[in-house]
């Protein structure tokens, strides 16, 4: 039987021992962990795997980003997000971007590994509420989607700084690549949560992808 090889990116340590254990508990499964999203660019870099299993919030940028730039360079790996309950917003940004399904945190140590051979099967495992979450998104008759994007009010600078946020890139990377002051950023990505009515940056993706105000 062949090995299947797993990246797990998860920075809360025992939460990442725990999601570890799970995983390597499968003796189907070659499990490395890291906890940022530079030592994962390495690890794919050094030796691809087949399943990457990624947190969401993470200390140098965020699971979506790192999602996009996986699908993009690497068409081969399936990617899962790790996610808490009633987080719907984020994992669909992260979904958006390319992710198969999710795991939950919290989630039995049996289910974890069920849920990384359903994404190998084919599958795309979400729960009930993310999959309620979607069609409510796609719904053609909701206001929300009937304003339109024009409507949202976004300058051509909102929406560039709105691609950085999507590809991971901190303040002081976005002002240099668009020659901007660092202090004007965070009132920038103020006012585009505002627009957007928006709290984080996973929701500000999320919107930004479903309404194609920007590609990744």
């Known amino acids: 039987m062949e ?3 797993i990246l797990l990116v998860e920075d809360d340590p025992p939460t990442r021992r725990r999601l570890h254990e ?3 508990s499968d003796p189907g499964f070659d499990v490395a962990s890291v906890d940022n999203i530079a030592d994962a660019r390495a690890a794919i870099a050094a030796d691809p795997p087949k399943v990457l299993v990624t ?5 140098d940028g965020h699971g979506t980003a ?16 790790i996610s808490v309950l009633c987080d719907e ?19 039995l140590p049996e289910d974890i590994g069920d849920t990384v051979r359903q994404v190998l099967q084919g599958h795309s495992p979400l729960s009930a ?13 909701t206001p929300r989607v009937q304003e339109g994007n024009a409507q949202l009010g976004l300058t051509r600078r909102e929406i560039d700084i709105l691609w950085g946020i999507a ?33 984080s940056r996973g929701e500000a993706v999320f919107e930004a992808l479903t309404r194609n105000l920007i590609q990744l």
């Not at 509420?129 to 008759?141: E, F, G, K, S, V």
């Not at 240099?176 to 957007?196: A, E, F, Q």
């Open 89 to 107: 917003r984020n994992v669909v940004a992260a979904i958006a971007a390319g992710a198969s399904g999710y795991i939950v945190k919290d989630a």
């Open 129 to 141: 509420a993310i999959a309620r979450y979607i069609l409510r998104r796609l719904q053609p008759d």
């Open 3 to 5: 090995t299947i090889r």
């Open 167 to 199: 590809k991971g890139l901190t303040y002081n990377e976005i002002a240099d690549g668009l020659g901007i002051s660092r202090k004007t950023v965070p009132n920038y990505i103020k006012s585009i949560y505002r627009k957007l009515e928006v709290n």
């Open 22 to 24: 799970a995983l390597a």
């Open 55 to 59: 947190d969401l919030e993470l200390p």
């Open 66 to 81: 790192l999602t996009a730039e996986v699908r993009a360079n690497h068409p081969g790996i399936e990617v899962l997000v």
